[in-house]
């Protein structure tokens, strides 16, 4: 892949931070192209990326060899041998006689369990916010910042780089100020992503610090934005919810998907997406 020369590489601070991100391989082609070219010409960071490795494949073999099934802690008790065992002797019965046998309160209660397990987790995958809190937490460098075009260029620059239009709502009111953006993706979908600063407090109290990171994606088949509280704004619902420790709320617009994620409270958060939306009506 050709990399752009006008975006900013990757430094030794942005290697380090996501380190983990890249062993995982949880960047895009671009990004992982970025990383490598970095690698290759600084020696400190590739130097610690596979000492990262190293270390972590060590783990995953000790892990391996602690609850491999020659480890004690890798064999199931006697007990549970017996009753899975069993379980299994059981399913090779006639239908008619496993109808009629009686299933154990404690078994009925794991299956319970684990249906809800099933479906919690299914939901949970239906929501951007775990997937924009991880990409919003690696604080990657923008590639387009207010200070080389102004504040309201930032939403054209990503003409011709995704194909949908951006149009993020309005914090100005608010007092957040627009720092710039990068193209970015979610689940292989092209996304825009937004970084913004919080304002400072009048008063000098303690507030949340950090910047709030404004996702936007073309959703048609309305894969996102299922999970959360839902908060009503006019005819808009936003969904709020949490993730990775950070607050997040979704909505939409027609298939256009947002998905603002922040360290604020959320009360905090509800009303300032409520400014921004009633704003943008």
Known sequence: MTLDPFRPAM???????SAEALLDGEFD????AEAEAHLSACDRCRGAVEKLARTRTAVREKLRAAMGPSSPHGRAPAALRARIAEALDRDRLPWWRRALAPLPLAAAAAC???AMLVLWTHGKADSLAEETAAWHSRDLPLDVTTASLGPDSVARWFRGKVDFN???PEFRRAGVKLLGGRVSSIRDRPCAYMRYELPPSADGAQKPHGPLGLFILDDP????GEAGREVRV?????RLL????YNVAVWRKNEIVYSLVSDMDEPSLERLVEAALSAQR
Request: glycine residues 14%; aromatic residues 4%.
């Open 11 to 17: 430094d030794c601070a942005e290697i380090g931070r």
């Open 29 to 32: 082609d671009r990004e992982r």
């Open 112 to 114: 319970a369990a684990g």
């Open 166 to 168: 951006t149009r993020p």
């Open 221 to 224: 088949q309305h894969r996102f």
């Open 234 to 238: 006019g005819p808009e619902t936003v």
């Open 242 to 245: 949490n993730a990775r420790g």
